[in-house]
């Protein structure tokens, strides 16, 4: 069973940096493709990021191209979120998910595993 817990989210001023981390605690993860999406206050959970299994392709919604960086570490069995240049649009809550059936792509449906969330706040 895959367990997806993130951690890194915080208060951070605009234009500033953060780095969340997802880690699995359970069965493989090197064979999933991974990926990043935030709920921002009122809002419905939207795509930031995905990566496949090698990590030797990435997709970025453009609100976060050049901003944010999506890598993974599979002998660590994790993924990070790299995001700098942050804006208070940025503000959210941050989730990794994981899609266990191999195919990963920008739609919240194709991932049936998602971690707790971690919140992270731009102030301005």
């Known amino acids: 069973q895959v367990q997806l817990a993130e951690s890194g989210g915080g208060l951070v001023q605009a234009g500033g940096s953060l780095r969340l981390s997802c880690t699995n605690s359970?069965?493989?993860?090197?064979?999933?493709?991974m990926a990043w999406f935030r709920q921002p206050p009122g809002k419905e959970r939207e795509f930031v990021a995905t990566?496949?299994?090698?990590?030797?392709?990435?997709d970025y919604t453009d609100s976060v191209r050049g901003r944010f960086t999506i890598s993974r570490d599979n002998a660590k069995s994790t993924v990070y979120l790299q995001m700098n240049s942050l804006k208070p649009e940025d503000t959210a809550v941050y989730y990794c998910?994981?899609?266990?059936?191999?195919?990963?792509?920008?739609?919240?449906?194709?991932?049936?595993?998602w971690g707790q969330g971690t919140q992270v706040t731009v102030s301005s």
């Open positions: 990566i496949n299994w090698s990590g030797g392709s990435t």
């Open positions: 359970g069965r493989t993860f090197r064979s999933y493709p």
């Open positions: 998910a994981a899609d266990l059936t191999g195919f990963g792509g920008r739609s919240t449906n194709r991932y049936s595993t």
